[in-house]
């Protein structure tokens, strides 16, 4: 029995077996869409905002402490009119701007996020660590790193789209549990 195949055939050298039929789908989904589902993948947008050259436009998520939660970072997404760099900063100090509200991906539940969040144009302060720095070339841009990014009670992330002449924009999602 030389020519016998116990798992592959010759015509099929990697054994397989269709699981996933039409008579018996599979779902598959990512993690933020079950946090969706529970109400708890929550969104921030800058919308399109003109940012003058030397600064940055600046997004800020802080998790209070004692909040009880924390968050899971799932992405980023944009877009810039000029070559910029996104830096994701832990912690770090923004003066002024606007306080954001975060909305919950589940339309009308009652479910609120318990973070706090601030825009701002102009410089991070305070002593921020980078995490990564990424270049861009102007045009749309998507970060995913679905639940790799944790911020616990008491920390903050805050995403940095600049630094120049641009009009750029900053959306981020994220889950709380």
Excluded: C, K
């Amino acid at each position: 029995m030389t020519n016998y195949h116990v798992f592959n055939s010759p015509n099929r050298p990697l054994y397989t077996q269709q699981m996933n039929t039409y008579v018996s789908p599979g779902v598959e989904a990512t993690p933020d869409a079950g946090a969706a589902a529970a109400g708890r993948l929550f969104s921030l947008t800058t919308g399109n905002v003109a940012v003058a050259s030397g600064s940055s436009l600046l997004l800020q998520v802080v998790n209070p402490a004692g909040s009880g939660r924390t968050l899971y970072f799932s992405q980023a997404i944009g877009g810039t009119t000029a070559a910029a760099s996104l830096i994701l900063y832990r912690g770090g100090t923004l003066t002024g701007g606007a306080g954001l509200t975060p909305i919950n991906n589940l339309f009308g539940s009652p479910i609120t996020s318990v973070m706090t969040a601030q825009q701002v144009t102009g410089s991070i302060t305070g002593s921020p660590v980078s995490i990564m720095s990424i270049p861009l070339t102007s045009g749309a841009y998507q970060v995913r790193l679905p639940g790799t990014i944790l911020v616990p009670p008491g920390q903050s992330v805050t995403f940095s789209l600049g630094t120049g002449a641009l009009t750029g924009s900053i959306n981020v999602s994220w889950w709380e549990f």
